[in-house]
């Protein structure tokens, strides 16, 4: 099968040309926190975009006739707004993300004909072709985030690929990331030079503090960081607890 791409100028080698295969997708982080989204669409599927969505913090708008109870009780609590009626031309305006999750094709062939005309960014669920988003599968530990995509070609491999980073990132990320911003407090307020701190955040990461976060071992992790930081620097200083 030919190998759809462009041609490119190599960067090691000017007077030769090097094929490259044009990336699909963008891959991107949206910051969604108060942003407008709409999921179309009422049952479970819809209700994981939703609660996703939720965890982003966006302002979250859902139009189906019929919806799940969690759905229903979210709505209830005043944490999305929901119209159960049939979706209308028109309902995508001022949204700045949609997400189509019906059992109608003909219905997601529309919202992405509108979509697209609007200039909306859109995911239809299991239609990569009419998307001009895909969500990713994704490992999260804390403020730690591995997204996972196949380019919309076998999310069954992409879960497969989550599961085996599961097992390899465990909670001790989460504990690493929560300590490293204690620590980078602190060091901000040690007037180092951005030299000097890029060095010591290195030397933490390099060292066996995931090991040590991950079996819990309080006397070796105080030993490292005493080692790195100064002998006053130690967990209960950081105001870190597990």
Avoid at 154 to 161: M, N, R
Wanted: proline share 5%; net charge positive; glycine share 6%.
């Amino acid at each position: 099968m030919p190998w759809r791409g462009r041609f490119y100028p190599s960067p090691i080698l000017p007077h030769q040309l090097c094929y490259v295969r044009c990336m699909k997708y963008y891959p991107i982080f949206l910051d969604l926190q108060t942003r407008p989204c709409l999921v179309i669409g009422g049952g479970t599927v819809a209700e994981r975009k939703v609660g996703s969505l939720l965890q982003a913090n966006a302002q979250v708008t859902v139009i189906s006739p019929t919806c799940t109870s969690q759905l229903g009780a979210w709505a209830a609590n005043g944490m999305i707004t929901l119209h159960q009626r049939l979706y209308c031309s028109g309902d995508l305006q001022d949204f700045s993300v949609v997400f189509a999750a019906t059992n109608d094709e003909i219905l997601h062939e529309k919202i992405a004909f509108e979509a697209k005309k609007a200039g909306i960014l859109l995911n239809v669920v299991d239609r990569p072709a009419l998307c001009s988003f895909i969500v990713p599968a994704i490992v999260s530990r804390g403020d730690l985030t591995l997204a996972i995509s196949t380019g919309g070609t076998s999310p069954a491999l992409a879960k497969k690929i989550r599961q085996t980073l599961e097992q390899h990132f465990g909670p001790e990320y989460d504990l690493a990331l929560r300590l490293l911003a204690r620590v980078r407090e602190r060091v901000a307020r040690t007037g180092l030079s951005a030299e000097e701190r890029q060095r010591l955040f290195t030397a933490l990461a390099d060292s066996p503090l995931l090991d040590y976060l991950r079996e819990r071992q309080t006397d070796k992790l105080n030993a490292l960081l005493r080692e790195t930081l100064g002998e006053s620097c130690t967990l209960e200083d950081l105001g870190f607890s597990f």
